[in-house]
């Protein structure tokens, strides 16, 4: 079962909203994720986030902002929704797989579906 | 360009048979390699993980091979139950970094029927 847990769940909007999607682990895992998704389509990394005060942007440009401010807590905001944001985003933890380098294997929430109007 | 392709892009079978699902790689230079089953409206789960020298690596009813020489590598499932219903996602690292960039295929649509 995973520790990782994200919400809402499930968010319908309207354009020009102000929306924060909640991520929180309890592994204590340092490095996190977010993804975005579409059907049928790639994960696409968005942030990530070495550990506390720490976030980078990934290789998909999103207008989306997030912070690391406890270890267990990677929030994903978007100040102002637009029906482009409309997809699922997906956030995720990660630890060393022992002494394999560069394995770190990815724990994910169960996604957060955005639907803009 | 460093890609993952995978085939088929869905796959229908009945319940109880075998098939293997199919993952080739561009992505250098080679770290590892992942597959993930990722149930509809959840997030994926990890099933293997394999590195260069890996050749076959299971999990239950779950059989990864990796042919690092071709870039491929395929998951087999063994006599499938309704449950295996998903999408199966093969993803490669590669080691130009100490995070180890992650390179995800588009996945392949199992469903089984009973």
């Known amino acids: 079962e995973a520790d990782i847990y994200q919400t809402p769940r499930y968010l319908v909007i309207g354009t020009g909203k102000k929306i924060t999607l909640e991520c929180s682990q309890t592994?204590?895992?340092?490095?996190m994720y977010w993804y975005q998704q579409d059907p049928g389509m790639e994960l696409h990394l968005i942030h990530y986030?070495?550990?506390?005060?720490?976030?980078e942007k990934g290789d998909l440009s999103s207008e989306s902002t997030v912070s690391r401010i406890r270890t267990e807590h990677f929030p994903l905001t978007l100040e102002s929704a637009r029906p482009s944001h409309t997809s699922q985003y997906l956030c995720?933890?990660?630890?060393?797989?022992?002494?394999?380098?560069?394995?770190?294997?990815?724990?994910f929430g169960a996604g957060s579906r955005l639907t803009v109007l | 360009k460093n890609q993952v392709e995978q085939s088929p892009q869905s796959l229908i079978i009945l319940e109880g048979k075998n098939c293997t699902l199919q993952c080739n790689y561009t992505v250098s230079p080679f770290s590892n390699l992942r597959w993930y089953k990722q149930d509809t409206g959840r997030g994926p789960v990890s099933l293997t993980i394999m590195t260069f020298s890996e050749n076959t690596k299971s999990n239950g009813r779950y059989t990864a091979t990796l042919d690092a020489d071709t870039k491929q590598s395929s998951l087999h499932i063994t006599a499938s139950q309704l449950s295996d219903s998903a999408s199966y996602i093969c993803v490669v690292s590669d080691r130009g970094s100490t995070l180890g960039r992650l390179y995800f295929g588009r996945g392949t649509q199992l469903t089984v029927w009973p």
């Open positions: 995720a933890s990660s630890t060393p797989q022992g002494t394999i380098s560069g394995a770190n294997v990815l724990t």
């Open positions: 986030s070495y550990g506390v005060n720490s976030t």
């Open positions: 592994m204590g895992h340092d490095k």
